[in-house]
DNA sequence: GTGGTCTAGACCACA
DNA sequence: GTGGTCTAGACCACG
């Protein structure tokens, strides 16, 4: 299931993005799963057709997704890689939030250990790989 | 010593809250300082005085700084624990940023790295990575 | 309706934020109504776009309207709540006012003829008494 | 004692002429008094001359000292008399912080039960009458 | 179209 | 001189 908050700061068009990207990684869509239609995902969710374009255009930017014209759009084999280093690419973000800490005087460790604490518990990664020990 | 970059996407009004703040973090400007006024930092930042009136506003607003009409503006007693604690608050924020990378498969020792990378640096280097010039 | 008097000493925008909480208390904004824009309230109230700006700029501060570049302000679900308690703290002044008046020799009654005159008129008269034209 | 705050939304003028005004109804200031010198009271208090000017002038508009050319200014005969008078006329400040609560919904209850409480409670008043029955 | 930021220049009361 | 408010007009990313 996609929510998308109109009220985030984050736009719209990126919590799509991640929300999808979230679901290939989850394995809710497997690579070659055909994703919903730009309008059905307008009405599901509510938004404007033109932000679903944007983001399914982002996607298909990073190679996650391909477009098929006139059948909608697949979930590329290699998604899980590309994403992966989409994300590598979100280093800068959180490099800025760090350095934001910082200097407003919060200590390394204690930035540190909310990492750990992050990679600490294990979460649902249901990885696409588990489940395809065919 | 204060710096605008003009070409970070952050805006201006927040790279002034940050540059204030550190300064009082550092012990720079001391709780009681009597902070520059706001057509003095307008002039010599070369940027509006408008533009310096929303900063010390928002400070006001966060109680780090106390404006007196027709004295100054002078740093608040408590102000650097009013500082550390409102960064602190931002850990969720790191948090949820970490877990979405998680997910997407970045290694844990990625992001260790950035993060000792923004603590091993010296503050200036700090100012250069905070601005994109996207 | 909204209205502003550009003769009273209250600032324009504190009188924009009164008039939008008031609408709010009163039902005519319910929570999730979608406030007027920016640009359509500074034309029919005849003031600049960046005033209308910083009362909706401290009503989002406040919790009481959820912004979205791109669909508008929309009123928060728990707007009326927000707005009563902030007024209700705002009893010490009042008790300070009042420590003052009686220190001075100001009889009990003339103050509480004057709160049950504010409570006893209309709106609308309330309006006219809050600007002085000073 | 009189204490100046420079940091309240009150003007230090108006701060000044309160405590003055505060001190003379608490008889600590009889009638005839001879008030401090304008440089001793911007010495002890830290504060400019010209602020001290602009209380002692008000003041003495309203008839509550009265100046004397070269020998300082002294409380007048009828000042609390004349005190109370302008007590009474910052009536509408009371009204217009009044009409602020009632619009955001405080009821008329909560209002009153506060003023009540503020005469109900028997503070230092410490009139110059009580000690002058002789 | 929306909210948000920035500049330029003006005016006010206060110290 | 100070902080604070307001106007006018411009630009940006988002929906």
Redesign the interface.
């Known amino acids: 299931m996609i929510l998308i908050d ?2 985030s700061p984050k ?1 719209v068009f990126e919590q799509l993005i ?1 929300s999808i ?2 679901q290939i ?2 394995g809710v869509y497997p690579p070659g799963t055909l994703l919903p239609s730009l309008r059905e995902l307008s009405v599901t969710l509510s938004i404007n057709p033109n932000t679903v374009q944007k983001s399914y255009g982002e996607l298909t930017r990073r190679g996650v997704i391909l477009p098929s014209v006139g059948s909608g759009c697949y979930v590329a084999p290699d998604a ?1 890689e590309r ?2 280093k ?3 690419s ?17 200590p ?1 460790e ?3 250990e ?6 600490g518990c294990e ?1 649902v ?1 249901i990885q696409k790989e588990e489940s395809d020990h065919a």
């Open positions: 109109r009220f736009p991640d990207e979230q990684v989850l899980p994403i992966r989409a994300a590598e979100r280093l800068p973000e959180l490099t800025r939030l760090c350095a934001d800490m910082k200097l407003r005087g919060v390394e204690t930035i540190l909310a990492v750990r604490a992050v990679y979460t990664t």
